[in-house]
């Protein structure tokens, strides 16, 4: 049973930065490729970013190319989102999920498993 947990959301200053953790247990974590999807409220969760299971191919949401980067540490089995330059468009629950393989989709549903999210909220 794969199992995903987000970290490192909260309150944040416009401008400011953040970096988003989810750790994943139950499979291994280097057959996998990570996504990081957020929803905002009364919106549809939207595709943020994702990296293969190699590291070595990324996707990123227009509105986050430039200030949000994905990494992942397959040794510590951990994926971050550097989130810098904040909006307050940027305001919602951030959701990692995964999916086998090596390709980098940015589709929800095709991921196929998900995290309980972390909320992040940036102020004016």
């Known amino acids: 049973q794969v199992q995903l947990v987000e970290s490192g959301g909260g309150l944040v200053q416009a401008g400011g930065s953040l970096r988003l953790s989810c750790t994943m247990s139950?499979?291994?974590?280097?057959?996998?490729?990570i996504g990081w999807f957020r929803q905002a409220p009364e919106k549809e969760r939207e595709f943020v970013a994702a990296i293969s299971r190699s590291g070595g191919n990324t996707a990123y949401a227009d509105f986050v190319k430039g200030r949000f980067t994905i990494s992942r540490d397959n040794v510590k089995t951990i994926i971050y989102l550097q989130m810098n330059s904040l909006k307050p468009e940027d305001t919602a629950v951030y959701y990692c999920a995964v999916r086998p393989g090596n390709t980098v989709p940015v589709h929800r549903w095709e991921y196929w498993h998900w995290g309980q999210g972390t909320q992040v909220t940036v102020q004016v």
């Open positions: 139950g499979h291994a974590f280097s057959n996998y490729t």
